[in-house]
């Protein structure tokens, strides 16, 4: 790689192959964005220093979760540590950046982390002041699990200590937020639960939308795997969660209170609070940036990527993360070395399961186009509606393959 | 993804044309493919390595998957996101590089 590195710099930009640091990038979030760029910036250019900042000492992923709530994982097998990030040759700090002050980051304990270049992949914030009635304590009575970790195995433990013939109630956010088929494979495989553990039980989905990510896909499974056990009340039909009570257990819309046995309330979100503090956030809550490069139009220093950024079509997922990442790490090491980044290509995918050997999948690819990441013409779409069973245990399979694959790079 | 992988990258500049000699990124949207065909080993997966696979047959299974042949699930979907050159450029890119350890 020694060879290899030098030969790509004297290629590209003869300052690459000189000997001291060609350049100091911090990145804030170890997810799946930040760690993936932390390692691919290291594999690209060893001369960077790179230091990821990031208070979590376990990494728990959501991708696969609504498996541990159907009880067909444990939590254990979500979690990956920074030891992989810091063989890399990355420094990790673990601690929570809480702002930027010109070129340099500061973190909760007062140090301070210059960069030439920052990355932020803080992922989401639940938008506390989005749902009346939804508090960080009302979190712990009916959870979001929409960071999974904590509130995962609290919303899994209250589903198996529900009674059989409870109601459990889940409600989904208006768009954007975080992994937009994620609640459907949730209630889907929360279904699957209910269905071999607690029969007598129903399951309502009260949702602030009239579409969603592979609906037909979603809706044909339930209609064959779950029928008379789940319910998806849309907006038009007066899903959309106004204010929730977490003292009577009770979701409330415009025409009608749930009271729920077990409430999971997937909330409106944000990007994380970091962006916001480092001035990239506009007004949506989210960060625009450009869609080359994934520089932050309101600062161009700063790069963001995965959940936290505006990135046309592609959706907030894990997949859409990583790719994000080794575009950004790639397009970094241009900029350090005074070239324009080349225009990416990106691939998203996105598996579902909505029974143990019952996938689906929806995929894109993306280029710049007037601005934007767009879908390419042609490409991507989701899973044929009439594929046989043989199709759908295949794409389970490729799902489960797909997670391992991915963590395995993102974590080492 | 560890050191081996980026061998590819200074053949690609060597060899490739000049679009890419100076992108270490190999051609258009290769490194998206890895997050789910593994480039480190001992990944337990169904879905297969690309890393060092004779071009061709990378080139040929791409143009089958946008025709529908060899029953792809995802394939199928993502191989329409690629023009003819982009797939030969692909193809080369993986078939010069190596597994990581
Ligand atoms: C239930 C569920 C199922 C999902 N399933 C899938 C799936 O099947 N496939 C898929 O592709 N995606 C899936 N997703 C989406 C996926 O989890 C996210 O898109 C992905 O985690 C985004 O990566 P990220 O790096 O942007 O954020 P994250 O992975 O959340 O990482 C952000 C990190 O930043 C850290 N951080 C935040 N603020 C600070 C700060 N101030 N200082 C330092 N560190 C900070 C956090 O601790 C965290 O570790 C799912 C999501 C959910 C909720």
């Not at chain 1, 709530?69 to 929570?96: C, H, K, Y």
């Not at chain 1, 059989?164 to 109630?169: F, M, P």
């Not at chain 1, 220093?301 to 575009?327: E, T």
């Not at chain 2, 190999?26 to 493919?33: E, K, R, V």
Request: hydrophobic share 45%; with cysteine; charged share 20%.
């Amino acid at each position: 790689m020694q060879v290899g590195a030098a030969m790509v710099g004297a290629l590209a930009a003869p300052r690459i192959a000189s000997a001291q640091a060609v350049g100091r990038v911090v990145i804030v979030g170890g997810g799946f964005a930040g760690a993936t760029c932390a390692r691919t910036l290291k594999a690209l250019e060893p001369k960077l220093a790179v230091s990821l900042i990031e208070p979590d000492p376990v990494f728990t992923a959501c991708p696969f979760s609504n498996a541990v709530l159907g009880g067909l994982r444990e939590i254990a097998q979500q979690q990956f540590t920074q030891d992989g990030v810091e063989r890399a040759g990355v420094t990790v700090a673990r601690r929570r950046a809480v702002g930027v002050d010109g070129k340099t980051v500061v973190l909760d304990s007062g140090a301070r982390f210059q960069f030439d270049r920052l990355v932020l992949a803080p992922g989401i914030d639940i938008n506390w002041s989005g749902l009346p009635g939804y508090t960080e304590a009302a979190a712990e009575k009916m959870p979001h699990a929409w960071k999974a970790g904590g509130q995962t195995v609290l919303l899994r433990r209250q589903l198996e200590a529900m009674d059989d013939g409870g109601l459990v109630v889940m409600s989904a956010p208006a768009n954007p937020f975080r992994c937009p088929p994620g609640p459907y494979e949730r209630v889907s495989l929360i279904a699957h639960y209910l269905k071999t553990k607690k029969p007598k039980s129903k399951l309502v989905l009260l949702d602030a939308k009239d579409a969603f990510s592979k609906q037909r896909l979603f809706q044909d499974a339930w209609a064959k795997l779950y029928p008379g056990l789940l319910e998806w009340v849309p907006l038009s039909k007066g899903g959309k969660v106004v204010s929730v009570d977490p003292a009577d257990m009770t979701l409330a819309t415009d025409f009608a209170k749930h009271k729920a046995a077990v409430a999971n309330v997937i909330p409106p979100q944000r990007a994380g609070r970091i962006a916001e503090a480092a001035g990239v956030a506009d007004r949506s809550g989210w960060c625009p940036v450009e869609p080359v490069s994934f520089e932050s139009r309101l600062r161009p220093d700063i790069h963001v990527i995965g959940d936290a950024a505006i990135m046309g079509a592609m959706p907030k997922s894990a997949f859409s993360a990583n790719a994000q990442a080794k575009v950004c790490a790639v397009a970094i090491v241009a900029r350090l070395a005074g070239r324009e980044p080349v225009e990416p290509r990106l691939i998203n995918t996105c598996y579902s399961l909505v029974a143990p050997d019952y996938g689906i999948t929806i995929a894109g690819v993306y280029k710049p186009t007037n601005g934007q990441l767009a879908d390419i013409p042609g490409a991507g779409g989701v899973s044929p509606l009439d594929a046989p069973q043989e199709f759908r245990a295949r794409e389970a399979l490729y799902a489960e393959g797909w997670f391992r694959t991915i963590t395995a790079e993102t974590f080492g | 993804m560890r050191r081996g992988r980026w061998i590819g990258l200074l053949l690609m500049g060597l060899s490739g044309g000049a679009a890419h000699a100076a992108s270490p990124d190999g051609p258009f949207g290769a490194m998206s493919c890895s997050g789910c065909h593994a480039t480190a080993r001992g990944v337990d997966t169904a879905i297969p390595r690309l890393n060092g696979r004779p071009a061709a047959e990378i080139a040929a299974a791409m143009r089958d998957f946008q025709k529908g042949e060899r029953a792809p699930t995802v394939m199928g979907r993502i191989a329409k996101g690629y023009t003819d050159p982009e797939i030969d450029a692909l193809a080369a890119w993986f078939a010069a590089q190596r597994d990581a350890p």
